[in-house]
């Protein structure tokens, strides 16, 4: 399995970008998908996540501004991100715990992580 994030880049204060994680390979079943961010000299902190069951959860930061979504035919996660600040700046990363099979394991997969720069 291997997730491919995309859609960052710069934005102004105030702006919008809208972050996609697309998960390849074979999974049989996913438990939970989430976005986490890390800052330069910060540690990697969860942002939004969603479970299988389509319950959601934002850090205090981010609630009310940002949307995680996810379509499951697609194997597909969003991240829309509105009234954005320069405290968003990172390098966003997404996450998948799944398992590819009814026997294996259930693991964590992460994304490449793709930079975000809020800045005027």
């Known amino acids: 399995v291997q997730l491919q994030a995309s859609g960052g880049g710069l934005a102004q204060p105030g702006g919008s970008l809208r972050l996609s994680c697309v998960a390849s390979g074979s999974i049989f079943s996913t438990e939970h998908m989430g976005w986490y961010r890390q800052a330069p000299g910060q540690e990697r902190e969860p942002v939004a996540g969603?479970?299988?069951?389509?319950?959601?959860n934002y850090v205090d930061s981010v609630e009310g501004r940002f949307t995680i979504s996810r379509d499951v035919a697609k194997n597909t996660l969003y991240l829309q991100m509105n009234s954005l600040k320069p405290e968003d700046t990172a390098v966003y990363y997404c996450?998948?715990?799944?398992?590819?099979?009814?026997?294996?394991?259930?693991?964590?997969?992460w994304g490449q992580g793709t930079q975000v720069t809020v800045s005027s």
């Open positions: 996450n998948m715990y799944l398992t590819t099979d009814n026997a294996s394991p259930w693991k964590d997969f």
């Open positions: 969603i479970t299988s069951g389509g319950v959601l």
